[in-house]
């Protein structure tokens, strides 16, 4: 279940993350204290909309095998993304992980696709 931080970052429109290309997606690992993996993430064009797939699961076949830092960036992406489950690549069940699903396809129609809207377009 999405935590309280993902809803308020839906509400503000807190998603620049959405925006990023492989370059700053590379650049945010080396933040994290991970400079050896930059080229995994760049080599496997991991955009901003990709790390919303990012996860324990799926790290290993980007080329990150050491499980503490797996553990490590997986939480971190989970914090960019301010969600709390695992991971959201699972069944979807809450709107927060729909959402987020919703807006790791590209076009125009999902960029300018709102919080508000999606809840909105939901219950109709």
Known sequence: MAG??????????????????????????????????RACFTENFITGRKLIYINCRNLPKLGVTDFKDMQVISACVRELLGITRSTIADPLQDTASLFLEKKSRTGERVDSLTYQQFLHDMHQ
């Open 4 to 37: 309280n931080s993902f809803h308020n970052n839906m509400l503000t429109g807190n998603m620049k993350f959405l925006q990023w290309d492989c370059q700053d997606v590379a650049r945010w690992i080396e933040s994290l204290g991970f400079p050896q993996y």
